[in-house]
C-alpha cells in the first residue's frame, strides 16, 4: 500500500486557468466577438476558449510580410475540427462534409491522427453556418479541441469487426459521455436560447468550472493491430479477445507525445497497463482517471499539465491506488496480448458477414484534388452510391468500409476510374508515414511538415530502392514542431521541425508502437538527412536479422540507445 497524501503543484495558476474560470463555462465574448464586422480575428482570451468548441483562430504565415508591409492585419482564419468517435461517418455525412469544404473553407479536408476532420481557411463570417451544417449531420466539433477529453479513437480493424463494433460502440459511448455538459456551445452556434438562471444550476459534474489542466486523449486498440498508438493515450485501453469474444480490456495510463525543445522537464511519455478490467465499468474507469488529473494536474505550468507529468511526479502506483479507492474496486491483473504493428493494411479484404472493406492511403490525410489524382472527386462520387461507411484510420488514411458484394464492383470501378488504387504501388516506407499540418497555417511550427514529407520520400524512396527495401514496412514521420500531432516520437524514424529546412532526428521506436524513439542527430537540413538515411539503410540491408524490424535493428547495432522510459528520452 503507498497511501501517500496526493496534491497538486504550487504555484500560481496560469493565465488559461484564469480565463477558464472568468468565462461563464466557456462562454466568454465568443458570440459577441464572432459578430463583430472589424476584425476577421478574435481576442486571445476568446481564442483559448474557441478551442473547446473546436476550432484554433489560424493566420496564413505565408502572407504575414506581405500584409504587415500593406499595414494589413494577418491572414486570419480557423481551423475546425469534427469529432467522429472511431472515425465513422456515414456517406451521407460525407458528402455534406465534402461540400462544406468547397464553400466554407479551403477546398480540401485533412484526415487527422485522431480519426477526426479538420477544415482550414474557414472565415470568421463563415464559421456559424458551418457549426450549424456539422451539427444537422449528427456530427459535433464540440470539444475536439481544448482542456477536456478528445474524440476518443478506435481500431478500425474490418478484418475483425465482430469485435470491432463492440469496440466502436464503447468508444462511442466514452466519447458521448465525456462531453462537457455547458449549454455555451449550443447558445453560441445553434441559436440556443440562454435559459433564465442558468449560471446557478449549471455545472460541470465531470469536469468542474476550470476543466481539465490540459487535454486528456483516450484510445482503444484491438491486438495484433496497435493503429491507435494505445501507448501514446492519456488512458489508454487494450481489448482482450477470448474465442471470438470481447471479456475486457488491459487498462494503461500515463502516454503523451508532446515536449518542447531544449526543455527536458518535458518529453514523450509511453502509457504503463496498470490492470484489467471488464468493458461494463470502462465508463467510470474512464471518468475516476479524468478526475484524478482534474485534482492534481499542473494548473500553473501548462508545459508540465499533461496527465503523463501527473503520474511521474505522483507515482504510478499512487495514481493507482487513488484510482482504485474512486472505484471503490480493483483492478484485475493485466491479461497477456501482442501487437505486431501500429500501421494499416491496404486493399480490399473480406470481412465477417460478406461485407468488404478497402483501406485507402490519403498522404499525409490530405483529401484534395491534385492535378493527375482526383481523389476528392473521386471519394464524392463513391459516397454518392455507397451504403454503407468511411472509416477513418489512426494513421490518416481512409477504409471505404462495409461495401455490400453487390456494390463493390461499382465502386472498384471508380477507384479505377479515379487512380484511388495507385497509392499501393508506393512503397512499404511512404505507405507507413505521417505528417502534421505544420506551414503554412499552423502557428506553432518552426518548419515545413505536410507539404515536404512528400517531395523528401521522393528522394528517400530512391535510397529505399537501391537497398532492396521497397517492401520494408519503417515507420516515418515528420512534425513541424515537436508538440507530437503526428505521434513522431513512436515512429522508428522521425523528423522533428527545429527551424526553418531544420530537423531533429530521432530513431529507434518499436514497430508495434510499444517503445519511444531517442534523438540521433540534431538540427539537419536535407542533404544530411539523405546522407544519414544513406548510410543506416544500407547497413539495415546488410546486417539485419530475419524479421527484424528497423527499430529494434539501430538499437541491437547500437547505432542508437534505446528509450525505456519517458523520463530517460533526453539521456
Same mark, same amino acid.
Given at each position: 500500500?503507498?497511501?501517500?497524501?496526493?496534491?497538486?503543484?504550487?504555484?500560481?495558476?496560469?493565465?488559461?486557468?484564469?480565463?477558464?474560470?472568468? @468565462?461563464?463555462?466557456? %462562454?466568454?465574448?465568443?458570440?459577441?466577438?464572432?459578430?463583430?464586422?472589424?476584425?476577421?480575428?478574435?481576442?486571445?482570451?476568446?481564442?483559448?476558449?474557441?478551442?473547446?468548441?473546436?476550432?484554433?483562430?489560424?493566420?496564413?504565415?505565408?502572407?504575414?510580410?506581405?500584409?504587415?508591409?500593406?499595414?494589413?492585419?494577418?491572414?486570419?482564419?480557423?481551423?475546425?475540427?469534427?469529432?467522429?468517435?472511431?472515425?465513422?461517418?456515414?456517406?451521407?455525412?460525407?458528402?455534406?462534409?465534402?461540400?462544406?469544404?468547397?464553400?466554407?473553407?479551403?477546398? $480540401?479536408?485533412?484526415?487527422?491522427?485522431?480519426?477526426?476532420?479538420?477544415?482550414?481557411?474557414?472565415? *470568421?463570417?463563415?464559421?456559424?453556418?458551418?457549426?450549424?451544417?456539422?451539427?444537422?449531420?449528427?456530427?459535433?466539433?464540440?470539444?475536439?479541441?481544448?482542456?477536456?477529453?478528445?474524440?476518443?479513437?478506435?481500431?478500425?480493424?474490418?478484418?475483425?469487426?465482430?469485435?470491432?463494433?463492440?469496440?466502436?460502440?464503447?468508444?462511442?459511448?466514452?466519447?458521448?459521455?465525456?462531453?462537457?455538459? $455547458?449549454?455555451?456551445?449550443?447558445?453560441?452556434?445553434?441559436?440556443?436560447?440562454?435559459?433564465?438562471?442558468?449560471?446557478?444550476?449549471?455545472?460541470?459534474?465531470?469536469?468542474?468550472? $476550470?476543466?481539465?489542466?490540459?487535454?486528456? *486523449?483516450?484510445?482503444?486498440?484491438?491486438?495484433?493491430?496497435?493503429?491507435?498508438?494505445?501507448?501514446?493515450?492519456?488512458?489508454?485501453?487494450?481489448?482482450?479477445?477470448?474465442?471470438?469474444?470481447?471479456?475486457?480490456?488491459?487498462?494503461?495510463?500515463?502516454?503523451?507525445?508532446?515536449?518542447?525543445?531544449?526543455?527536458?522537464?518535458?518529453?514523450?511519455?509511453?502509457?504503463?497497463?496498470?490492470?484489467?478490467?471488464?468493458?461494463?465499468?470502462?465508463?467510470?474507469?474512464?471518468?475516476?482517471?479524468?478526475?484524478?488529473?482534474?485534482?492534481?494536474?499542473?494548473?500553473?505550468?501548462?508545459?508540465?499539465?499533461?496527465?503523463?507529468?501527473?503520474?511521474?511526479?505522483?507515482?504510478?502506483?499512487?495514481?493507482?491506488?487513488?484510482?482504485?479507492?474512486?472505484?471503490?474496486?480493483?483492478?484485475?491483473?493485466?491479461?497477456?496480448?501482442?501487437?505486431?504493428?501500429?500501421?494499416?493494411?491496404?486493399?480490399?479484404?473480406?470481412?465477417?458477414?460478406?461485407?468488404?472493406?478497402?483501406?485507402?492511403?490519403?498522404?499525409?490525410?490530405?483529401?484534395?484534388?491534385?492535378?493527375?489524382?482526383?481523389?476528392?472527386?473521386?471519394?464524392?462520387?463513391? +459516397?454518392?452510391?455507397?451504403?454503407?461507411?468511411? %472509416?477513418?484510420?489512426?494513421?490518416?488514411?481512409?477504409?471505404?468500409?462495409?461495401?455490400?458484394?453487390?456494390?463493390?464492383?461499382?465502386?472498384?470501378?471508380?477507384?479505377?476510374?479515379?487512380?484511388?488504387?495507385?497509392?499501393?504501388?508506393?512503397?512499404?516506407?511512404?505507405?507507413?508515414?505521417?505528417?502534421?499540418?505544420?506551414?503554412?497555417?499552423?502557428?506553432?511550427?518552426?518548419?515545413? @511538415?505536410?507539404?515536404?514529407?512528400?517531395?523528401?520520400?521522393?528522394?528517400?524512396?530512391?535510397?529505399?530502392?537501391?537497398?532492396?527495401?521497397?517492401?520494408?514496412?519503417?515507420?516515418?514521420?515528420?512534425?513541424?514542431?515537436?508538440?507530437?500531432? +503526428?505521434?513522431?516520437?513512436?515512429?522508428?524514424?522521425?523528423?522533428?521541425? *527545429?527551424?526553418?529546412?531544420?530537423?531533429?532526428?530521432?530513431?529507434?521506436?518499436?514497430?508495434?508502437? @510499444?517503445?519511444?524513439?531517442?534523438?540521433?542527430?540534431?538540427?539537419?537540413?536535407?542533404?544530411?538527412?539523405?546522407?544519414?538515411?544513406?548510410?543506416?539503410?544500407?547497413?539495415?540491408? *546488410?546486417?539485419?536479422?530475419?524479421?527484424?524490424?528497423?527499430?529494434?535493428?539501430?538499437?541491437?547495432?547500437?547505432?542508437?540507445?534505446?528509450?525505456?522510459?519517458?523520463?530517460?528520452?533526453?539521456?
Amino acid at each position: 500500500m503507498v497511501n501517500q497524501i496526493l496534491k497538486a503543484p504550487d504555484g500560481p495558476p496560469s493565465d488559461v486557468e484564469e480565463i477558464k474560470v472568468n @468565462s461563464d463555462y466557456l %462562454r466568454g465574448t465568443l458570440k459577441e466577438v464572432m459578430q463583430e464586422p472589424l476584425s476577421a480575428g478574435i481576442p486571445e482570451s476568446d481564442n483559448r476558449l474557441m478551442k473547446h468548441h473546436g476550432s484554433y483562430l489560424q493566420d496564413d504565415r505565408d502572407l504575414r510580410t506581405e500584409r504587415q508591409k500593406q499595414k494589413l492585419e494577418p491572414a486570419y482564419q480557423f481551423m475546425l475540427r469534427v469529432r467522429a468517435p472511431g472515425g465513422v461517418v456515414t456517406p451521407e455525412q460525407w458528402l455534406v462534409l465534402d461540400g462544406l469544404a468547397d464553400q466554407n473553407a479551403n477546398g $480540401t479536408i485533412k484526415l487527422t491522427t485522431r480519426q477526426s476532420f479538420q477544415f482550414h481557411g474557414i472565415l *470568421k463570417w463563415n464559421m456559424k453556418d458551418t457549426i450549424q451544417r456539422i451539427h444537422n449531420t449528427l456530427l459535433t466539433t464540440l470539444a475536439a479541441c481544448g482542456d477536456v477529453n478528445r474524440n476518443v479513437m478506435c481500431n478500425p480493424n474490418p478484418y475483425q469487426s465482430e469485435v470491432h463494433a463492440e469496440v466502436y460502440e464503447w468508444a462511442s459511448y466514452l466519447s458521448e459521455y465525456l462531453l462537457p455538459r $455547458t449549454r455555451a456551445y449550443h447558445e453560441i452556434w445553434l441559436d440556443e436560447e440562454r435559459v433564465a438562471g442558468t449560471p446557478d444550476v449549471e455545472e460541470e459534474p465531470i469536469y468542474g468550472p $476550470t476543466y481539465l489542466p490540459r487535454k486528456f *486523449k483516450i484510445g482503444i486498440a484491438v491486438p495484433p493491430s496497435n493503429d491507435v498508438d494505445v501507448f501514446s493515450q492519456d488512458l489508454g485501453l487494450i481489448a482482450v479477445v477470448e474465442d471470438g469474444k470481447l471479456i475486457g480490456f488491459n487498462v494503461a495510463i500515463g502516454g503523451g507525445m508532446g515536449m518542447t525543445h531544449g526543455d527536458k522537464a518535458t518529453y514523450p511519455q509511453v502509457a504503463k497497463v496498470i490492470g484489467f478490467c471488464t468493458p461494463d465499468k470502462i465508463v467510470e474507469l474512464a471518468e475516476k482517471t479524468i478526475t484524478i488529473q482534474r485534482d492534481y494536474g499542473n494548473r500553473s505550468v501548462r508545459k508540465n499539465a499533461r496527465f503523463k507529468y501527473t503520474i511521474d511526479r505522483l507515482g504510478l502506483e499512487a495514481v493507482k491506488e487513488e484510482l482504485e479507492n474512486r472505484l471503490g474496486w480493483k483492478l484485475e491483473e493485466a491479461k497477456p496480448y501482442h501487437f505486431d504493428h501500429n500501421g494499416d493494411r491496404y486493399g480490399w479484404v473480406k470481412g465477417v458477414g460478406g461485407r468488404w472493406h478497402f483501406t485507402l492511403f490519403v498522404q499525409n490525410g490530405r483529401v484534395a484534388d491534385f492535378t493527375d489524382y482526383k481523389l476528392k472527386t473521386g471519394l464524392k462520387e463513391i +459516397a454518392k452510391i455507397h451504403t454503407g461507411d468511411f %472509416r477513418l484510420t489512426p494513421n490518416q488514411n481512409l477504409v471505404i468500409a462495409n461495401v455490400s458484394s453487390q456494390k463493390k464492383k461499382k465502386i472498384a470501378e471508380l477507384m479505377e476510374q479515379y487512380g484511388l488504387t495507385d497509392g499501393n504501388y508506393h512503397t512499404a516506407l511512404r505507405r507507413s508515414s505521417m505528417a502534421c499540418v505544420a506551414l503554412p497555417t499552423c502557428g506553432l511550427a518552426f518548419a515545413e @511538415s505536410e507539404r515536404y514529407l512528400p517531395v523528401l520520400m521522393d528522394k528517400i524512396e530512391e535510397i529505399v530502392d537501391e537497398n532492396g527495401l521497397r517492401n520494408e514496412e519503417i515507420t516515418i514521420r515528420m512534425t513541424g514542431c515537436p508538440n507530437g500531432c +503526428a505521434r513522431p516520437a513512436l515512429a522508428e524514424i522521425a523528423l522533428i521541425g *527545429k527551424a526553418v529546412g531544420k530537423y531533429n532526428m530521432y530513431l529507434g521506436a518499436a514497430h508495434d508502437g @510499444s517503445r519511444l524513439n531517442k534523438m540521433y542527430r540534431e538540427n539537419i537540413g536535407e542533404d544530411e538527412i539523405l546522407s544519414e538515411l544513406k548510410l543506416l539503410f544500407s547497413r539495415y540491408a *546488410k546486417e539485419r536479422k530475419d524479421g527484424e524490424h528497423f527499430g529494434d535493428f539501430v538499437i541491437r547495432a547500437e547505432i542508437i540507445k534505446a528509450t525505456t522510459d519517458g523520463t530517460n528520452f533526453h539521456d
